[in-house]
C-alpha cells in the first residue's frame, strides 16, 4: 500500500512516498524528494521490489494520486508483473493504515519548530525513523506489540 505526503521545510515542502507491507506494516520502500512526480512513487516501489524480491505476482494498492493513475504507472506496474488496485473515487478508508502511518510519522519525527531545516536534515532523520526505528524497534499493538521485523521474525520461524 503507498501513499505520499508533505514534510514541512523552513524554506518549503518536500515530499515523501512509502510502500508499506500490509502483513508486517514494514515500510519497504520509501523516498524523499522535491517534486511529487510518478518517478517518486516508481523510485520507492523499486525499493520495495528489490528488497523483497517477490517470487509470485502481488497486489499494490494506493489511492487515486495522479502519480499512481499515469500512463507512466500503469506501464511500469505491468512490466513488473504487479497487479494495481485502487480506491474509488472519494473512498479513503481502505488506505487508512498508510494515512495512519503518517499521523505516527510526524507526530515522532517533526522537530518541536513545526519544521526541518533543510531537505538533508529531512532525509537523514526520515532514514534514522524509517530503517532505524520504525521497522526496527518501533511496537505495534496490531502485531502483538512487536515491531514489523520482529512479527516477521515470528512468522518465518513458524514456517
Known amino acids: ?5 508533505y514534510i514541512p521545510l523552513e524554506s518549503g515542502w518536500v515530499y515523501l512516498v512509502v510502500w508499506m507491507d500490509l502483513f508486517s506494516r514494514m515500510i519497504v520502500g520509501w523516498r524523499i524528494g522535491e517534486e511529487m ?3 517518486l512513487v516508481q523510485s520507492a516501489l523499486d525499493q520495495a521490489i528489490q528488497r523483497r524480491k517477490p517470487t509470485e505476482k ?3 494498492h494506493a489511492d487515486r494520486g495522479t502519480q499512481y493513475t499515469s500512463r507512466q504507472m500503469q506501464e511500469y506496474a505491468k512490466s513488473m508483473g504487479l497487479i494495481q488496485s485502487m480506491s474509488s473515487t472519494g473512498y479513503c478508508f481502505d488506505n487508512a493504515h498508510v494515512e495512519s502511518f503518517w499521523s505516527t510519522l510526524k507526530n515522532e ?3 518541536e519548530r513545526g519544521y526541518f531545516l ?3 536534515e529531512a532525509r537523514m532523520c526520515l532514514f534514522e525513523y524509517l530503517e ?4 526496527r524497534t518501533r511496537f505495534h499493538s496490531s502485531l502483538g506489540y512487536l515491531s514489523p521485523l520482529n512479527f516477521e521474525q515470528k512468522q518465518t520461524c513458524r514456517n
Open 132 to 135: 532505524g526505528y520504525y521497522n
Open 118 to 120: 533543510d531537505f538533508h
Open 109 to 111: 519525527t517533526i522537530p
Open 37 to 39: 512526480k510518478t518517478d
Open 58 to 60: 502481488i497486489t499494490i
Open 1 to 5: 500500500m503507498s501513499d505520499i505526503t
